[in-house]
């Protein structure tokens, strides 16, 4: 016996990343390619009828509107992203229609910044999800409830699924197709797409948020700034309090209280950030570039490295390497 077609929903706000919405349904259209029938039936749904401006300007055209046709059975619910959605005021229309009918779906989620949208109204209380690393920090401290794993590219968590930002859209579509048909034809479904069927590494790799940024009063960021431009020479507390005319104590206490990290931690996100530039410039192997960078050899930055980026040296290199490479 065939089985029923699921209606996916994608949620589009105003403003929305046209990317959050075309490439999950792309993927779910590609699915019924590959399975020869309607496995999926695709919506778009919104608070108002008529076109929707996304990011980039190009509209969509709404199949639903809520609180008007947007009332039959939906199998997965999904909530697209959009750029500053971290700062802007949840709508409690949308909220209240989230809260009726994501429940009553198979499972529902969201792509990239969408995740505020369902953490607003409650949805994602007491489970793991994730959203865009830029946003990460601010999803987790609006809502405590909220396990947020900023390296994560999706989670799933029961009925939740969540995909960091963007292009990670279509791994957690990729995910649903083969939840729902299996490993087979999700991997066609990715090889017609030219696709990672499983993303390697997770979105740290991607994320520029860990950067040692200078922070605190004058003499401190002169100090972080020289840090960052000589990180291949000794940087101990020793030497950094005695540049700075202070005891080692004294030093260590008065960076944690204005920078918020040791001055340990800093140095080695200062020594990574330089190392991430010189792999990206792809002329130098990790073991150089170790050595310009303040490391004591190649080990010590790929773990220093695995901490701050979620991936090795070298596999960044791969990725990230400029045409030199």
């Known amino acids: 016996m065939r089985a029923k077609t699921k209606t996916v929903a994608m949620l589009a706000l105003p403003g929305v990343q046209l990317l959050d919405v075309s490439g999950p349904l792309d993927v779910f259209a590609e699915a019924n390619a590959q399975a020869g029938r309607e496995v999926y039936r695709l919506w778009i749904v919104a608070a108002q009828a008529g076109p929707l401006a996304s990011s980039s300007g190009a509209r969509l055209l709404p199949d639903r509107v809520i609180g008007r046709d947007a009332d039959e ?13 971290a700062e802007l005021p949840s709508d409690r229309r949308l909220i209240d229609w989230l809260r009726l009918r994501a429940p009553k779906t198979r499972r529902y989620g969201s792509v990239c910044s969408g995740a505020f949208l369902l953490a607003a109204a409650g949805l994602l209380d007491g489970r793991r999800a994730t959203t865009h690393w830029a946003v990460a920090a601010q999803l987790a401290q609006r809502f405590p409830r909220v396990a947020v794993e900023a390296d994560a ?72 700034r020289w840090i960052a431009a000589h990180p291949a020479l000794d940087h101990s507390v020793a030497r950094l309090a005695e540049r700075m005319g202070l005891s080692p104590r004294h030093f260590s206490r008065l960076f944690r209280a204005e920078v918020g990290v040791s001055p340990a931690s800093w140095v080695e996100q200062a020594r990574v950030g330089a190392a ?16 310009h960078c303040g490391f004591s050899d190649a080990d010590a930055l790929r773990r220093a490295f695995a901490r701050q980026v979620g991936v090795t040296p070298a596999d960044y290199r791969k990725r990230f390497a400029g045409g030199a490479a």
Request: no cysteine; net charge positive.
């Open 73 to 85: 059975p939906i199998d997965t619910l999904l909530v697209a992203g959009r750029p500053n959605a």
């Open 153 to 224: 590219i999706q989670v799933r968590d029961g009925p939740v699924r969540t995909a960091a930002g963007v292009t990670a859209g279509l791994d957690l579509a990729l995910a649903l197709v083969e939840e729902d048909l299996g490993r087979d034809l999700a991997m066609r479904v990715a090889s017609q797409l030219v696709m990672f069927f499983k993303r390697p590494g997770g979105q740290l790799q991607f994320s520029r948020g860990g950067d040692a940024v200078p922070a605190g009063r004058a003499a401190l960021q002169e100090l972080q």
């Open 276 to 291: 991430r530039q010189r792999l990206e410039q792809g002329r130098e192997a990790p073991k150089q570039v170790a050595a």
